[in-house]
């Protein structure tokens, strides 16, 4: 796949580096230009986004040897709680131990197959509905009602079969593959760029999924760029760098694009936007999936309002303070207010930007101290056709305690807007937007005069790598099954 460093043409504006430069606080080196890959110009062929054989192949050669986060930690606080995983056909029952640490048991009774357990919740012991036999939850075989007529259990390891587990984050990550690397390789670039945010010290504050009538892919694309911004929301336009946006990949499995925040997009440069257009688009857009007031409901309105001295007086700003400026400086006082955290000394970048990084294949970060959203894209069961979004909102324990509950997952049936979730404020008339398009990418996949897709060089080239790695793995898998 070649590791060299390569630096695509970029937007001929100014870079993300030359923003970060003006910024008022030390730049953590993390947040510096990292490398990039040439990964060619070569079309994909749309069949990987529809076609049941590939479909099948991915499911096996990829699903089933990565590591997926299932749960928070916080979802199973205690011993003997449960939650159910499920992911490409396959059910597991995560549940917590009495010594604290968390094992995960594939959710199938050894008799005839059925589920073990169904919902979430807490089950000290795992009882099969259909016949009686029984596990403990810490998978050891416990109750057989039917005993005398199973000779061919006696004397035999009836323990439920695990799959790995492991931790990071406060997440826990389960993985079908026996033989997997440990996640840390994995994911090592980002667990030493996120240590600073500690997220094992942060609740979940939102959790939000729908099913949506497209391949997994074609979700995970739609978030892995920020030049679509231009005509899908152009709404965000006066106050994103959206074409001038960073993208590193940091390893083969950890990507990122730094997307700043506050800042007018290039292609508006014509447009003579000033700093106070700049809040007013902020304020118009009520925060946004890019502004460092993302989770919050009343979001940059509230924040931006806080220029004017009364709600109908014009703006203003002091001199030599910039809409960028301006927005960091109440973020940091509206954080500090809710949590009680000092971010006095936190960078601009930290405190309003997009600063997404992706974990191979289907998880996404973001970093920084304003509310963490997180993404995670998965097929719905084994349908190509269709999968499943998850976002979440990690927020910080408050600097005095106590830890907040964590919510439980809100599923928005297929009729149901994001907007319609309070848990996610601004995001969903975003997500919306992204939304529309997604049904129409899978169709038109299927209607292709050419039989492939495009993907630009360096913008794209997350995406690019994202099918590189996919091709490999099933390349791979195939040679080892003979196929
Ligand atoms: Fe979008």
């Not at 976002?391 to 809100?410: A, D, F, N, S, Y």
């Amino acid at each position: 796949m070649g590791n060299a460093e390569f630096r695509a043409d970029r937007h001929p504006s100014e870079s993300y580096e030359d923003i970060l430069e003006r910024d008022t606080r030390t730049i953590p080196d993390h947040l510096r230009q990292g490398p990039t890959r040439n990964l060619g110009e070569e079309g994909i062929p749309v069949t990987n986004y529809f076609d049941p054989t590939f479909f099948h192949k991915e499911v096996r050669h990829v699903w089933l040897k990565v590591w997926q986060w299932a749960c928070r930690e916080e979802d199973i606080p205690n011993a003997g709680d449960v939650f159910v995983y499920e992911n490409v056909g396959k059910s597991l029952i995560v549940s917590r131990q009495k010594d604290g640490s968390i094992k995960a048991f594939y959710n199938s009774c050894l008799h005839r197959g059925r589920k073990l357990v169904d919902e979430c919740g807490h089950r000290s012991t795992f009882r099969c509905k259909y016949h009686g036999l029984a596990w403990d939850s810490d998978g050891s075989f416990k109750h057989n009602p039917i005993k005398w007529d199973f000779p061919q259990f006696e004397g035999k390891d009836m323990s439920l079969p695990e799959v790995r587990v492991e931790t990071w984050g406060g997440f826990v990550f389960i993985n079908f593959d026996p033989a997997a690397k440990p996640l840390m390789h994995y994911l090592k670039p980002l667990a030493d760029h996120f240590d600073r945010y500690d997220f094992a010290n942060r609740y979940k504050a939102a959790h939000v999924s729908k099913i949506v009538p497209c391949n997994w892919k074609v979700m995970a694309e739609a978030f892995m760029e920020s030049h679509h911004t231009i005509v899908t929301h152009p709404q965000l336009a006066p106050f994103l760098g959206d074409v001038n946006s960073q993208y590193d990949a940091l390893s083969d499995y950890v990507t990122r694009q730094f997307t700043a925040t506050g800042v007018v997009s290039p292609t508006l440069a014509d447009r003579n936007f000033g700093d106070i257009d700049i809040l007013k688009a902020m304020e118009a857009a009520g925060g946004s999936h890019v502004s460092g007031g993302h989770s919050d409901k009343d979001g940059v309105s509230k924040k931006v309002n806080n220029a004017r001295d009364t709600p109908d007086a014009p703006m203003t700003l002091e001199q030599g303070v910039t809409a960028r400026m301006y927005a960091c400086e109440v973020t940091r006082k509206s954080l500090g207010d809710e949590d009680g955290w000092d971010y006095s000394q936190v960078s601009d970048a930290e405190i309003i930007d997009a600063l997404l990084y992706n974990v191979f294949p289907h998880m996404s970060f973001w970093a920084g101290y304003a509310p963490n959203v997180v993404y995670r894209w998965r097929p719905n069961g084994l349908d190509p056709d269709t999968s499943i979004m998850d976002v979440i909102i990690l927020k910080r324990v408050p600097k005095q305690g106590p830890r907040p509950k964590p919510v439980t997952e809100h599923r928005l049936g297929l009729g149901e807007d994001w907007s319609s979730s309070p848990m996610i404020g601004a995001l969903g008339p975003v997500f919306e937007q992204d939304m529309e398009n997604l049904p129409e990418v899978q169709t038109g996949l299927k209607s292709s005069g050419t039989g492939v897709v495009h993907f630009s060089l360096y913008s794209e080239m997350r995406i690019r790598l994202m099918h590189k790695l996919i091709a490999q793995m099933i390349a791979e898998g195939e040679a080892k099954v003979g196929v």
